[in-house]
């Protein structure tokens, strides 16, 4: 069992920086595959970042490359999301999540593939 508690979210200008951490509570933090998702309110679900076990190895979407960098720290069970130059089409409600399956190259981008969820933390970014 894994709980995971987003925060670090808030309202930021457009061009400003935020960084979410995710905090697990449970056993075998470092056995997880680690993933960011988003909702932005009336769209589906997607797909921010995700990041390998001992943390070598990290997936992004394509909308937030080059802007946003994902991290963990096995030691204190906790996952970052460095957001650099957001934009207001950032703005969404976001979560991390946990899977126990091994994902590589697309199958981060599954929501399927995680079994455990956060609440979420909100992020505003006005223009």
């Known amino acids: 069992q894994v709980q995971l508690v987003e925060s670090g979210g808030g309202l930021v200008q457009a061009g400003g920086s935020l960084r979410l951490s995710c905090a697990a509570s449970?056993?075998?933090?470092?056995?997880?595959?680690m993933g960011w998702f988003r909702q932005a309110p009336g769209k589906e679900r997607e797909f921010v970042a995700g990041i390998s076990r001992g943390g070598t190895s990290t997936y992004y979407a394509d909308s937030v490359k080059g802007r946003f960098t994902i991290s963990r720290d096995n030691a204190k069970n906790t996952v970052y999301l460095q957001m650099n130059n957001l934009k207001p089409g950032d703005t969404a409600l976001y979560y991390c999540a946990a899977a126990s399956k091994v994902l590589y190259g697309g199958s981060y981008s599954l929501g399927s593939n995680y079994y455990y969820w956060g609440q979420g933390t909100q992020v505003t970014v006005s223009s």
């Open positions: 449970g056993r075998s933090f470092s056995s997880y595959y």
